[in-house]
């Protein structure tokens, strides 16, 4: 008797034409992998020849070739039309008798092994499914919690049926794919009982940024359909790749999502005892929503699983391969379980040589904002479509505005400047599809079908990190394209300054030689938004901001705890981006009146009539009105280095007037756990007063290097306020005086073997200044990310000058 079915031990990667991608991965990981660790639920495959032998004993190709051999595909209606008389021909097929059979034997072997009320998953699985020109990802259709023979043969002639679904004929016609040549295979497996506890997406890569030291992880509770099909906003998580392998086991940084949503079985059956839906979704607990679902613990394995997925196919395929993965947490045995796995079949694909960057040359009115999907810009007017009955309504150029799509959307998709969903992240459909199309998609932007008009010309920009903005009209921008292949390598180090940490990943293509200058003060405005001092006090402060401060805080153990995690996981994050170059780290440097702006600020600030030369920097440190505050900066910094494993982390600290105060200060550091030279710790100080540049052998004493900070050194040694515009004409650091303060910190620092550096915007702007530099022999150069490439070729000419000068 031919066998139609396959156990995943009898399967692996190779038989994707027997039983497509998905079992044949599965198989895969089930006989490689367990061994590892990795739990895999046991079950079947139903193959492809059974797909096609229920065709010829049906005489049902005719009849398909009829509907499909000649019609436009991109004719929405024909498309809707042929697709459903497509699927009615498969579902009037009759299941041969010998394939039930053998489908019964081995549902009841499933049941030996797992208990008579077994429940299954029963996903299709098409023979060219995650191909690496594409992932077939949502086409075809999945089944949940099915129990008993009928309800199986129900669902199995169902998946059967959706390889003729609207979407799944227009998604072969697009990536070249004959659909009568395309076949299906079944997966039917023990099913893991997310339903009563948690389940997600993850990548073994940034999906956004390509960036391949990271493991992206999506998570809610519940089924994982809602994070699929983009009707919640899940919690997302990174970890650090190259640490992890180094033994840290730490998330680099979370986002905590909505989870409005829960998907559970719902066991609504008819009259013929068949099931008519097998899940469905409930609110999720408010208490619920505001907490995320899994602990780190999850996560970090989780991390593992995807790090050894990886490592396994990459090493049969004899290079890189990202992986894209579905995983899910059992709520009864408490259980970890990866469910799917397959290729990451985008942002894999890219040339590493070649770098494209997005930038808006203006800006206007943001209309709304959410999750940014990929690096692009998009405009056009908006088209409001709130069911497919309206697809046939959108142009070419337009800006698909939805609650959320679905793989029937994927013809108007295709032909869209930009998408904007009200919900989903960034694994959803959308999030998906769009990154397939390469264009820009903005999810989970609350209220978007309500704030945006239908016919209204809007840009789309996700250029500039993690966040996506829809803008006002239609904004001019450009694109720059660069093969990096061609940038010389520089004798001076070129670095960059960096402070946002969403724009991490998507700026660590950059050929740089580390980050010269990570601002702390962008995550605590942004993402902490409380002033440190009044997380440790909050009984000096008024009601209502202990309320705030509560609200922001309610995640985490303590206040205090709140901002060590979310500085830690910032400051790693852009460390992680040229990990294991070095990442040059300020402390804290705001001044009195933006410290007041703060959350409870206006409780520990005093109001100064020139804050540019007042209490700000190291003078802070050591003062009894913050020393607590820089207490947890230490410990946050701390976290990063020891616990997180970011030894790559250089500590810099500014406006330090005088040498005594540098000594208190680096005393300070030591009493909470920040000993220069321990850990192989390197603190550097800010050259930005004259003092630095006159005291420079004494400074050398107590600090690794120095970075001249050209703006405030500028500042002080004309006597300028560069806060005032009125004299702001005497403002330039190309001042004789000026070029001779940084000429003598430059030679004082080398003098005394000690790294020279400038992090100020002068470089950037005026290319004299660069060259002035070079020839001084400074260190590093630290430029805006912007003027990176354009810096790197004029110090080249710089530097090949020099040469034949000498």
């Known amino acids: 008797m031919f066998k139609y079915i396959k156990w995943f031990n009898e399967l692996n990667i190779k038989d994707v034409d027997l039983v497509g991608g998905k079992n044949a991965s599965l198989g895969e990981m089930y006989q490689n992998l367990t061994e590892k660790g990795i739990r895999i639920p046991n079950g079947f495959a139903i193959t492809a020849d059974a797909y096609r032998h229920i065709l010829d004993d049906n005489d049902a190709w005719g009849k398909l070739h009829e509907q499909l051999d000649v019609f436009d595909p991109d004719d929405v209606t024909q498309l809707q039309k042929r697709g459903k008389r497509c699927r009615e021909i ?109 389940s997600g997406v993850m990548f073994s890569i940034d999906p956004e940024t390509g960036f391949k030291d990271v493991v992206f992880i999506n998570a809610a509770y ?62 999720t607990p408010k208490e619920d929503q505001t907490k995320f679902c899994i602990s780190d613990e999850d996560v970090v394995l989780l991390a593992e699983y995807a790090i050894k997925i990886e490592e396994h196919y990459s090493k049969q395929a004899g290079y890189d391969k990202p992986m894209d993965m579905e995983w899910a947490k ?61 697809l046939d309504q959108f142009e070419a150029g337009d800006v698909l505005l939805a609650e959320t799509t679905s793989p029937d959307w994927e013809p108007i998709m295709k032909i869209a400047s930009a998408i904007v969903t009200n919900s989903g992240g960034r694994t959803c459909h959308a999030a998906i599809v769009s990154r397939e199309l390469g264009i820009p998609a903005i999810v989970g932007a609350k209220n978007a ?91 000096k402060l008024d009601e209502s901001t202990q309320q705030k401060i509560a609200q922001l805080t309610g995640v985490h153990d303590s206040p205090e705890t709140f901002f060590i995690k979310t500085l830690s996981e910032g400051v790693a994050s852009i460390a992680a981006a040229v990990y294991p170059k070095p990442c040059v780290v300020r402390m804290s440097d705001f001044k009195t009146n933006e410290y007041a702006t703060l959350l409870g600020g206006k409780f520990f600030e005093s109001h100064e009539a020139n804050p540019m030369i007042g209490f700000r920097g190291a003078s802070r440190y050591t003062h009894p009105s913050y020393e607590e505050g820089f207490a947890l900066e230490c410990a946050a910094m701390k976290r990063v280095r020891d616990e997180m494993g970011f030894d790559n982390v250089i500590l810099m600290i500014p406006f330090c007037r005088r040498v005594e105060e540098g000594q208190r200060v680096l005393d300070t550091m030591a009493k909470y756990g920040l000993e220069r030279g321990e850990n192989g710790l390197k603190i550097y100080v800010m050259c930005e007063i004259p003092n630095n540049v ?10 690794d290097g120095f970075s001249i900070g050209s703006n405030d050194l500028t ?92």
């Open 222 to 283: 519940g089924l994982g359909e809602n994070i699929v099909q983009g009707t919640i906003a899940p919690d997302s998580f990174y970890v650090h790749k190259p640490t992890f392998k180094k033994g840290y086991r730490t998330v680099l940084k979370r986002r905590l999502g909505d989870k409005v949503l829960k998907m559970v079985f719902a066991d609504e059956i008819n009259e013929d005892n068949i099931a008519v839906e097998y899940t469905k979704n409930i609110p």
């Open 694 to 703: 006159i005291e420079i052998d004494a400074f050398s004493e107590l600090f």
């Open 449 to 539: 079908l309500e704030i945006l008009e239908d016919g209204k010309e809007v840009t789309v920009s996700c250029a500039e990190g993690e966040t996506g903005f829809v803008y006002e009209g239609n904004l001019d921008f450009e694109i720059t394209k660069t093969d990096l292949s061609t940038i010389p390598t520089t004798k001076t180090q070129i670095m960059m300054n960096l402070g946002n940490p969403d724009m991490a990943f998507s700026l660590a293509s950059l050929p740089v030689d580390g980050i010269g200058l990570a601002r702390m003060e962008f995550i605590i405005n942004t993402s902490i938004k409380a002033h440190p001092m009044a997380l440790i006090h909050p009984e």
């Open 90 to 198: 498969i579902q009037d097929c009759v299941l041969p008798g010998d394939l039930i059979v053998q489908i019964k034997s081995a549902y009841e072997a499933l049941k030996v092994e797992y208990g008579e009320n077994v429940a299954l998953a029963v996903r299709s699985s098409a023979t060219a499914e995650d191909s690496p020109e594409a992932s077939f990802a949502g086409q075809n259709d999945s089944y949940l919690n099915i129990s008993g023979l009928d309800a199986l043969l129900d669902a199995y002639k169902r998946c059967l049926a959706s390889n003729f679904t609207d979407r799944s004929i227009h998604y072969k016609y697009d990536h070249g794919f004959d659909d009568l040549k395309v076949y299906l295979s079944v997966v039917v497996m023990k099913m893991v009982r997310s339903d009563i506890g948690e």
């Open 330 to 390: 059992d709520g009864l045995d408490g259980q970890l379980y990866i469910v799917q796995a397959r290729p990451e079949t985008v942002e894999s694909r890219k040339k590493e040589t070649y770098l494209e960057m997005y930038g808006l040359k203006e800006h206007s009115k943001v209309l709304i904002q959410g999750q940014a999907v990929g690096t692009k810009i998009g405009s056009g007017k908006i088209c409001k479509i709130t069911d497919v009955s309206r």
């Open 715 to 806: 500042q002080l040694t004309l006597g300028v306020d560069r806060d005032s515009e009125i004299v702001a004409f005497d403002y330039d650091e190309r001042d004789p005086g000026v070029m001779k303060m940084i000429e003598m910190a430059v030679k004082g620092a080398k003098r005394n073997h000690r790294h020279s550096g400038i992090c100020g915007q002068g470089p950037s702007d005026y290319p004299e200044m660069a060259e002035a530099l070079v020839k001084l022999g400074i260190d590093s150069i630290s430029l805006n990310p912007d003027t990176v490439l354009q810096t790197i070729q004029n110090i080249t000419v710089y530097e090949e000058k020099l040469i034949l000068d000498e």
